[in-house]
């Protein structure tokens, strides 16, 4: 049986003047998919959202948003997504009543509709607190869930989060991408962006920006292997200056990439031999463990290194 992606994007391009922000980016999500964005501030990843969620006209290129386009404005695409913000999501002067019932009369929700699925979101995110309740009393990681509720009022089959979980404490992001999970698994789909490398890990396919053009796409794994097709050692110097090796590290014959990680050293090569001759003569005292690359370590090699 073929189904109908929940996206399909085909040469997104939008322009502002003479600057491009999104540059001819083509992929699509599967339904049920979490799709991650992952790309350096200003990459074009809240950009696309916004084309995607109607709020900005493309220049160029198509879009289909669960088998709808933009015919009409848009209005059937807003119907069946919700988007939360990354800058705004609930008013903090108004209690979390006031910004549920503000919420669905923007989405002009029948008023015994909007309560039960208050009632079924609550459920979801397991807020217990009095709907009198000020917003700007909650704590991040609380308010996010709630923001999260607000734009699936309207039981959205896709939601967009943009950066949902940027300056809460640890425990809260671990917290709401289990709700992350719990969404699709109800069978509705999610495209997030985040900073957080280790959150992405979360994601079954990842789209990596750089300056408004969709520079890799693939599961966590595949970008990790195609990013480094060789082993990886990481050096720990246990106190020893590095200085001086790794500036003749830098020039070593089938290194891809090097970075410092802390107080250790990252260093992937082509090859093992390769490595194996890099890493011979490394100072008294220093160490070396092969280890397997990270989505910070791609992010460093596509985004930071062409930097």
Known sequence: ??????????????????????DNVTFSVARGEIFGFLGANGAGKTTTIRMLTGLLVPTSGSARVGGLGFEDGGRGIKKITGYMSQKFTLYNDMTVGENLDFAAGLRKLEPGYAKKRRRELFDLIGFTRPLSTMVSSLPGGIKQELA???AMLHDPAIVFLDEPTS???????????????????????????THYMDEAENCARIALMRTGKLIALGTPAELKASAFPGPMGEI??????????IKKLETAPGLLELSPQGMRWH??????????????????????ALIKPSLEDVFIRLVEGER
């Open 1 to 22: 049986m073929n189904i109908t992606p929940a996206l399909e994007v085909n040469g997104l391009s939008i322009k502002f003047g003479d600057f491009t922000a999104v």
């Open 148 to 150: 999260l509720g607000t």
């Open 167 to 193: 300056g809460v404490a640890p425990a809260s992001r671990a917290r709401f991408w289990a709700l992350i999970r719990k969404i699709t698994a109800m069978g509705k789909t999610v495209i997030v962006t």
């Open 236 to 245: 720990d110097f246990k106190g020893a200056a590095p200085g001086a090796y």
């Open 267 to 288: 260093a992937a090569f082509k090859d093992r031999a390769s490595m194996d001759a890099a890493l011979e003569q490394i100072p008294d005292g220093a160490s070396v």
